[in-house]
């Protein structure tokens, strides 16, 4: 095949060109606000700003009780189904009203414990969760838009609603830091699913409402049994990823400092970013692709395809990070975190090691294989902590970053123990 001709046909290169624009976009708008958050509110703020955007990660997850993956997948399946998109969005819209009432009873009466729990005793960070609560609504509706466009692979539409986002978000940011310090960075986190729910409302609506039909869209429960797996997987672990993610912070503080508790968030953030060069691809791409396959040779045939393209690609972005790590700390933020480069080596073998595994790991999402996808996950949070907890007394912070690459070993030698008879053998059904 000549090469124009596979760019033209091939999904996975369209996808990844139009995620590798936006991700340099996205690294460019994130060196402006690591550097204002580096300047005025230091490690010490970037931990706790670190900690508001795991408690924001689970509420964006819950507020549609963790169907996100199931949206996208049966989007995907049902796209030219009307009927079935309207029941669809019928029970998304129930849970999500019952996900809204019950999180805000969480956030708003819940907030001294909260702020007790996650910035400690001698911050009063309370009117922050007060916030948040109200703005869950808008979580729930930003994760309906995501889900529906990842569904329909509309990489085009997606790309350019979230660099307006990207954007918009930035300025909200700098000028709410610049103005208000950390207490203004927490605002902002807290707010800005509202500015994205615009942004989404803007740019997506044609799309949105054409497989969306308000009227078409009735209280009703039809969807309840497909989408409960999805949300039993996605709630289970998103919650104890993020506890996971605020105890290590508050771990390091105690047993180190608050400051290098902002160095690992730092790396955290750093990692977060080269990664999106491959986050898209799963939803995107992957998750409705491995939906629709149905047997052993195809899912075989399909993952050789993701890694052909994508593993070279990532070992020399990875490589050519760790090249340059100083300058990219100093870039991004001050000469204090240059105390971080030596987290790198082991943070990007564990990134790494972690697409290598979570390629496979997700066909458990695909076919809805719930109790294979929260063993997993629950069994990677449970050793990160561990390790974390052992090696920290003896390397310090870097301790943490080895127990992440030994981590994400240990997990993909259990996904491939758990799918080896899809690997093995002769072809079978899924």
């Given at each position: 095949?000549?090469?124009?001709?596979?760019?033209?046909?091939?999904?996975?290169?369209?996808?990844?060109?139009?995620?590798?624009?936006?991700?340099?976009?996205?690294?460019?708008?994130?060196?402006?606000?690591?550097?204002?958050?580096?300047?005025?509110?230091?490690?010490?703020?970037?931990?706790?700003?670190?900690?508001?955007?795991?408690?924001?990660?689970?509420?964006?997850?819950?507020?549609?009780?963790?169907?996100?993956?199931?949206?996208?997948?049966?989007?995907?399946?049902?796209?030219?189904?009307?009927?079935?998109?309207?029941?669809?969005?019928?029970?998304?819209?129930?849970?999500?009203?019952a996900a809204a009432l019950l999180s805000f009873c969480i956030l708003f009466f819940g907030a001294s414990f909260l702020n007790q729990s996650i910035f400690g005793e001698?911050?009063?960070?309370?009117?922050?969760?007060?916030?948040?609560?109200?703005?869950?609504?808008?979580?729930?509706?930003?994760?309906?838009?995501?889900a529906l466009l990842n569904g329909l692979s509309a990489y085009k539409i997606f790309t350019k609603a979230t660099l307006v986002i990207v954007v918009v978000n930035t300025?909200?940011?700098?000028?709410?830091?610049?103005?208000?310090?950390?207490?203004?960075?927490?605002?902002?986190?807290?707010?800005?699913?509202?500015?994205?729910?615009?942004?989404?409302?803007?740019?997506?609506?044609?799309?949105?409402?054409?497989?969306?039909?308000?009227?078409?869209?009735?209280?009703?429960?039809?969807?309840?049994?497909?989408?409960?797996?999805?949300?039993?997987?996605?709630?289970?672990?998103?919650?104890?990823?993020?506890?996971?993610?605020?105890?290590?912070?508050?771990?390091?503080?105690?047993?180190?400092?608050?400051?290098?508790?902002?160095?690992?968030?730092?790396?955290?953030?750093?990692?977060?970013?080269?990664?999106?060069?491959?986050?898209?691809?799963?939803?995107?791409?992957?998750?409705?692709?491995?939906?629709?396959?149905?047997?052993?040779?195809?899912?075989?045939?399909?993952?050789?395809?993701?890694?052909?393209?994508?593993?070279?690609?990532?070992?020399?972005?990875?490589?050519?990070?760790?090249?340059?790590?100083?300058?990219?700390?100093?870039?991004?933020?001050?000469?204090?975190?240059?105390?971080?480069?030596?987290?790198?080596?082991?943070?990007?073998?564990?990134?790494?090691?972690?697409?290598?595994?979570?390629?496979?790991?997700?066909?458990?999402?695909?076919?809805?294989?719930?109790?294979?996808?929260?063993?997993?996950?629950?069994?990677?949070?449970?050793?990160?902590?561990?390790?974390?907890?052992?090696?920290?007394?003896?390397?310090?912070?870097?301790?943490?970053?080895?127990?992440?690459?030994?981590?994400?070993?240990?997990?993909?030698?259990?996904?491939?123990?758990?799918?080896?008879?899809?690997?093995?053998?002769?072809?079978?059904a899924l």
């Open positions: 095949m000549k090469l124009p001709g596979f760019i033209k046909n091939n999904l996975l290169f369209k996808v990844t060109s139009a995620n590798a624009f936006l991700v340099f976009a996205k690294m460019g708008f994130t060196l402006i606000t690591q550097k204002v958050l580096a300047i005025i509110i230091g490690a010490e703020g970037i931990a706790l700003v670190g900690n508001l955007k795991n408690v924001t990660a689970f509420f964006e997850k819950f507020s549609v009780l963790g169907t996100s993956n199931g949206l996208v997948k049966y989007v995907a399946e049902y796209k030219d189904d009307k009927q079935k998109l309207n029941q669809l969005f019928s029970t998304t819209l129930l849970f999500s009203t001698t911050r009063d960070f309370k009117l922050i969760f007060k916030i948040l609560a109200f703005v869950i609504p808008f979580l729930s509706l930003n994760a309906i838009v995501n300025v909200l940011i700098v000028g709410f830091t610049y103005k208000l310090g950390l207490y203004g960075s927490l605002v902002a986190v807290a707010i800005i699913p509202i500015v994205q729910f615009i942004c989404y409302i803007v740019i997506t609506f044609k799309t949105s409402f054409t497989y969306i039909s308000l009227k078409g869209v009735t209280l009703n429960l039809s969807f309840k049994n497909k989408l409960l797996p999805y949300s039993l997987m996605t709630i289970v672990v998103v919650l104890f990823a993020n506890i996971n993610e605020i105890a290590i912070r508050r771990l390091i503080e105690h047993k180190i400092s608050i400051a290098d508790s902002g160095y690992w968030t730092a790396m955290n953030s750093i990692s977060n970013a080269y990664m999106q060069f491959t986050a898209a691809i799963f939803p995107l791409y992957i998750l409705p692709r491995y939906a629709r396959i149905t047997n052993t040779y195809n899912f075989r045939k399909e993952v050789k395809h993701i890694y052909k393209m994508l593993l070279p690609l990532l070992i020399v972005g990875l490589f050519l990070v760790f090249l340059l790590k100083q300058q990219i700390i100093t870039l991004l933020y001050t000469p204090e975190f240059l105390e971080m480069s030596k987290y790198f080596k082991w943070q990007l073998l564990g990134d790494l090691v972690k697409f290598t595994a979570f390629v496979i790991a997700y066909q458990f999402l695909a076919k809805k294989q719930t109790t294979n996808f929260i063993i997993t996950e629950l069994f990677s949070v449970i050793v990160f902590y561990m390790l974390s907890v052992y090696f920290i007394d003896y390397y310090g912070t870097e301790g943490v970053v080895i127990a992440h690459f030994i981590r994400y070993i240990l997990y993909f030698l259990v996904v491939l123990f758990i799918l080896r008879k899809s690997f093995v053998g002769v072809n079978r």
